[in-house]
């Protein structure tokens, strides 16, 4: 059996997919709604210290070395992460007239963000746009939009 310490680069052939068999190897994780450097930031703390080979952003790509539980494990919280964080949800654009927007920020988060004490904690994320003076309020509920407004 292959052991990391062992592994001779020119080797290794990097593959997608599961591998059941023994041994030290390369895989490719294609990424679909996160980048690949922020999920090698998410990896590190799990991952072994020479684990992450290569982070391509272009392509939406990470390879990772292992042996198959560790690449298997790798995907596991791969895909923990890589998801549609958008899908379901209602988002709007409001430019500010009478305020601005970096000193509504921290009321608002105080009211609805996800550490804030109202019922509706947690169900908006607000994203303020400086150079416009406007905020972006993405929500699950459609109808929570018209409440942002107001």
Known sequence: MLQSKDAIPGKLSPQS???????????????KYISPVEMAKLL????????????????SLLVLAGNPSELDAYQRTINTFDVDWLKGM???????QHVDVTKLMPDLDQLFGAKGESPLAGMFRFMPIEETNSMIVITPQPDYLKQAEE
Do not use: C, H, T
Request: charged share 15%; proline share 11%; aromatic share 10%.
């Open 17 to 31: 997919g599961v591998s059941q068999q023994p041994g030290y190897g390369l895989r490719i994780f294609p990424l």
């Open 44 to 59: 590190k703390p799990y991952a072994k210290g020479d684990a992450i080979v290569q982070i391509d952003p272009n392509r």
């Open 90 to 96: 209602s988002i709007g654009v409001y430019n500010m």
